[in-house]
Nanobody, 115 residues
Framework: QVQLVESGGGLVQPGGSLRLSCAAS????????VGWFRQAPGNQRERVAI???????RYSDSVKGRFTISRDNAKNMVYLQMNNLKPEDTAVYYC?????????WGQGTQVTVSS
């Protein structure tokens, strides 16, 4: 019923920028939390950035100062602006939304940072 679709991934060189988008089928303000997670091969999935219904944001230490999460409530879109990308940012990035006992995941979009 609820669908999340990520886009904007791709291949970029170190120091470059990308903006990921997450399109939600429902009202993003109906979710307690919307955020971005990432998973590289052989690693655990980690939380990158989240934004609450109230607009509070939190970031992992590894991306703080480089990434910015934002939303457009009218469009039901959530964004992740990624600047000064590093090779260690290479991963599949997933959009996640939570509503009480329910959680929803997108299919992911690949981000590769390489020269």
């Amino acid at each position: 019923q609820v669908q999340l679709v990520e886009s904007g991934g791709g291949l970029v060189q170190p120091g470059g920028s990308l903006r990921l988008s997450c399109a939600a089928s429902g009202n993003i303000l109906s979710f307690n939390i919307v955020g971005w997670f990432r998973q590289a091969p052989g690693n655990q999935r980690e939380r990158v950035a989240i934004i609450s219904r109230a607009g509070n944001t939190r970031y992992s230490d590894s991306v703080k100062g480089r990434f910015t999460i934002s939303r457009d409530n009218a469009k039901n879109m959530v964004y992740l602006q990624m600047n000064n990308l590093k090779p260690e940012d290479t991963a599949v990035y997933y959009c996640k939304a939570e509503k009480y006992d329910d959680e929803y995941w997108g299919q992911g979009t690949q981000v590769t940072v390489s020269s």
